[in-house]
């Protein structure tokens, strides 16, 4: 699952002066298509209005019980009945501790019941002396035993001055796990191992050999991997991305220590996805000091770096699943088939780097896959749901064997 678009999010906020943070959360939420139900506590009426969040999410906001309102009268079984997922955010130390209880003595605390059987993901938000507090770690662990997910919050100063955790996440990684939620675990049990992004070959201190790679394609295939059950290794060249949440990442720079990190780090791995661009050569030597430009010309000699996805094939270790990558820009097919077997990988990924919204640095992919049975072609999609198009392929060779 690549979007929450669709998807019927039952929204609890509880009194707290993260509140305001929750508005923008319903607001990327409804960005994103997915349909949104607030329910507010009385307290959380008090930092924020209703209104905030009726505007946001489009929809009527939720607060009472006893509403006259016939529509409102059942809303703590219908809200719950209707939701996928239900996230309580910010929950504050008195929310959680009615919860842990299963407390039914308010439209949230009662519709978190009625959710039985659905994802439940609580969002503590509160002083870090009132987070720390047995009471509340107590509380906290009660929850996880009822199987309700716990997003830790963020350490840092809060709104009253004290310094430590307490503070709402973002919502990049709080949106993570809710994908995470949704999606089917078919991925559970396998351990997977990632390269992505470029490597830099130093010529001198401020300069480097590199591509134009940005880390996107393999970060998706990380994310979704990971969303899907999966323990995840991602060996990394320098990107400007956010590391995924609930992944292991391990940073490189150069080819030779992505080589050295792949080969520490594949014992383990049932699936090894190569999608880095590494680069074939490497100045054949380094200068210590910064190249001057007096001289009218200079000559750098470039010599060969290993081929890591070669090494893999090679010594490949039992039962172990390998796929390649290959940016072409023409003879698409050819070169694929030709890497599948001069690498002994089981399935190479071709991207067709010819077209602009294809390949290197865009959100989007146009790959076609290839193996010893046949070629898929798949149309231009963005890099996660390819990344999920190619988990499929991968998961169902694996169940084949
Ligand atoms: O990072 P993005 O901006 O999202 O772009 C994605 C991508 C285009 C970089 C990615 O989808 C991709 O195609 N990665 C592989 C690019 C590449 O290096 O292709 P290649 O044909 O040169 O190499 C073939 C395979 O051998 C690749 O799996 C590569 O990781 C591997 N290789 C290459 C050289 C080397 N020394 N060691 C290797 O393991």
Known sequence: MDSLRGKKILFGVTGSIAAFKAAGWVHSLVKEEAGVSVIMTWAATRFVSELTFSA??????????????????????????????????????????????????????????????????????MNSRMYEHKATQDNLL??????????????????CGDEGPGRLPDWAGVR?????????????????????????????????????SSGKMGYALARTAKRRGAQVTLISGPVCLEPPEGVKVISVTTAEEMYKEVMQNRD????????????????????????????????????????????LGRSRKEGQFIVGFAAESRDLEEEGKRKLLAKNADLVVVNDISKTESGFDVDTNQVTIISQDG??????MSKEKTADQIWDNVLFRLEME
């Open 56 to 125: 946001l999410s489009g929809n009527t906001v939720y607060t009472d019980m006893f509403a006259d309102d016939p529509e409102q009268a059942m809303a703590h079984i219908t809200l719950a009945q209707e939701a996928d997922i239900v996230l309580v955010a910010p929950a504050t130390a008195h929310t959680i501790a009615r919860l842990a209880l299963g407390m039914a003595d308010d439209l949230l605390s009662t519709s978190v019941l009625a959710a039985s059987g659905k994802p439940v993901v609580i969002c503590p938000a």
């Open 176 to 212: 993570e796990i809710l994908l995470e939620c949704m999606s089917s675990h078919d991925l559970e049990g396998q351990h997977v191992l990632i390269t992505a992004g470029p490597t830099r070959e130093p010529l001198d201190p401020v300069r480097y050999l590199s591509n134009r």
């Open 268 to 311: 383990n791995a049932s699936v090894i996805i190569k999608a880095a661009a590494v680069a074939d050569f490497r100045p054949d030597q380094y200068e210590f000091h910064k190249i001057k430009k007096q001289a009218a010309e200079l000559s750098v000699n470039l010599v060969k770096n290993d081929d890591i996805l070669a090494e």
């Open 375 to 380: 070629t898929i072609h798949l149309p231009l």
């Open 142 to 159: 009660r929850l996880k035993e009822l199987d309700y997910i716990i997003v830790e919050p963020d350490s840092g100063r809060l709104a």
